[in-house]
């Protein structure tokens, strides 16, 4: 008698993600950054004090005139979610009583403190010395520290920026902010850092800024080709990051953006495309503009979505939160108190819906776009307050297809690769659509 024995077959082992291309400028930008957390990590062993600040108006330039070591709250919410350790930090702030509204950045933040302050790279973060907000329209950052302030019990001092509720920047509004420094926040960091103000140093990091943000300007502008030769939303993330983070100002960053700028005008050169996390994109089928925040737990799968289509991003509004320098500024150096002042009042968090409206429609005509695609950030309400109106606004004014998708910034409960998929399939037989009819 035969006995058959039941063989339960091996299960298929995941297949491995193969490691994401990059270009070099792509992984210098890496390595510097995480350079920048081994330096806040050290800072305080060093002697060095370490300030807490947000991206939209950061003087990143006045605080290097006092040593500080400069951390930004946005950037480990954002390091972390790429890590994949949001969700964690996020369900455990939630269970320390922060609301399932609150923007996730936030929670990621407030989570990262609970499980020991790691930072993003597995360093310790130290104990800010100095807080400072520059207040530029987001309301959710006057409340985040707050709750760091409590934590940490460390000082902290706020620049408030006037709204552009007019749509325009006025003398009042620039004195008003050139004030403020004078009398409280360059006081505020000679007292706790103990340097005494130079206006001459921070007019030599102004030069460096000047000249960074003219090349950073030719690279998102390089999009105007055809093919073009960037993503000016997935790969603009790369692009931006020493810009809008601790390294403005410094000739690092300028010689970043000059070697930047030298590797997109080869590419341009070569009629070359794009490179995406498999390799160059080789056909161009759909040029889109993107209004909205990545989502930073899927970010490469969100990628690969338009990628796979053929659709790239050649402009977008996240490439300028954290300065909108392809419409004209620059620091100067000759007014450098005003210029900081105008820079924060320029930030796009600080910027009226009409100002915005105006922007997207620039894009689409400048850079020749298809459609305007909106990603709707769930926990983000000043960024996705009144998108539905810009998206109408753009479609009337441009004749162009628009879409809008959902997802969130570091929560990956709210990201639902299916769902998004179908709206974009569907968004791009609109696009077909409007070809074959002419439009």
Known sequence: MSTSVHMTPPQSAKKPVPPAQKE?????????????????????????????????????????????????????????????????????????????????????????????????????????????????????????????RQKYGCESVMLHVPYQGDGKITRNMLDYIVKQLKEVVIPTLERVSGVKFDIDRLRQYMRESAKAEEDLVKVLQSAKHRPSPIDGFFGAVYY????????????????????????????????????TPEGELTEEKYRL??????????????????????????????????????????????????????????????????????????????????????????????????QLLILREVEKRTGKPAAFIETDLVDPRYFSAANIKTRLDSYFQMIEQKRAAGH
């Open 289 to 386: 503009v993107v209004e909205g925040t990545p989502c930073w737990t899927s970010f490469r799968e969100f990628w690969k979505m338009f990628y796979d289509e053929g659709a790239v991003a050649v402009a977008s509004t996240y490439s300028k939160v954290g300065g909108v320098y392809d419409f004209g500024f620059r620091h100067d150096p000759d007014h450098p108190l005003e210029s900081l002042a105008e820079y924060c009042l320029g930030c796009m968090s600080n910027m009226s819906l009409p100002q915005r409206i105006d922007m997207i429609c620039s894009y689409m005509d400048e850079y020749q776009a298809d459609g305007l695609l909106v990603n709707s950030v769930k926990s983000c309400n000043s960024y996705a307050a009144g």
């Open 240 to 275: 931006i990051g020493p810009m809008f983070t601790a390294f403005r100002g410094t000739p690092e960053a300028t010689q970043y953006y000059e070697m930047l700028r030298h590797e997109i005008e080869q590419r341009v050169r070569d009629k070359k495309g794009p490179i």
């Open 24 to 148: 070099d400028a792509m992984l210098l930008q890496k390595e510097m950054i995480n350079r920048n957390y081994h330096e806040l990590a050290t800072a305080h062993e060093r002697g060095r004090k370490v300030s807490s600040t947000f991206v939209p108006g950061n003087l990143n330039e006045l605080l290097m005139c006092f040593d500080f070591v400069r951390n930004l709250p946005e950037t480990n919410a954002l390091h972390n979610g790429m890590r994949k350790k949001t969700g964690k930090y996020i369900m455990d702030a939630e269970r320390d009583g922060h609301s399932e509204d609150v923007c996730t950045y936030v929670k990621a933040d407030m989570g990262m403190l609970l499980n020991g302050d790691l930072g993003p790279t597995g360093e310790l973060l130290p104990k800010p010395d100095i807080l400072l907000l520059s207040y530029t329209g987001c309301f959710t950052f006057m409340k985040w520290f707050e709750l760091v």
